[in-house]
């Protein structure tokens, strides 16, 4: 059973700065990448970073330059470092991981940014 725990999320003015982590655990058989997806209030949820290797990453549009995601192979862990947060960055953010076998999602962890 592979279970993903996230943890960081919380409130924070605009401008401000969160990190996310996802950890995985369980028997994993070939990953792929992990990424981070959130659903933003009223909206479908969406890619928000992606990593496969150190240097395969994507990002969506509106947190480039912002966020930077990262993973800890040996620790089955990807992080989301989130600088320069906007209040359109509020959402649930889900960690996500692409196995050969089949996808995991986690929970979700809340990010609120006031104005």
């Known amino acids: 059973q592979v279970q993903l725990l996230e943890s960081g999320g919380g409130l924070v003015q605009a401008g401000g700065s969160l990190r996310l982590s996802c950890s995985a655990s369980?028997?994993?058989?070939?990953?792929?990448?992990m990424g981070w997806y959130r659903q933003c209030p009223g909206k479908q949820r969406e890619l928000v970073a992606r990593?496969?290797?150190?240097?395969?990453?994507n990002y969506a549009d509106s947190v480039k330059g912002r966020f930077t995601i990262s993973r800890d192979n040996a620790k089955n862990t990807v992080y989301l470092q989130m600088n320069s947060l906007k209040p359109e960055d509020t959402g649930v953010y889900y960690c996500?991981?692409?196995?050969?076998?089949?996808?995991?999602w986690g929970q979700g962890t809340q990010v609120t940014v006031s104005s």
């Open positions: 369980g028997s994993i058989f070939g990953i792929n990448a």
């Open positions: 990593i496969a290797s150190i240097t395969r990453t």
């Open positions: 996500k991981l692409d196995a050969s076998r089949r996808d995991y």
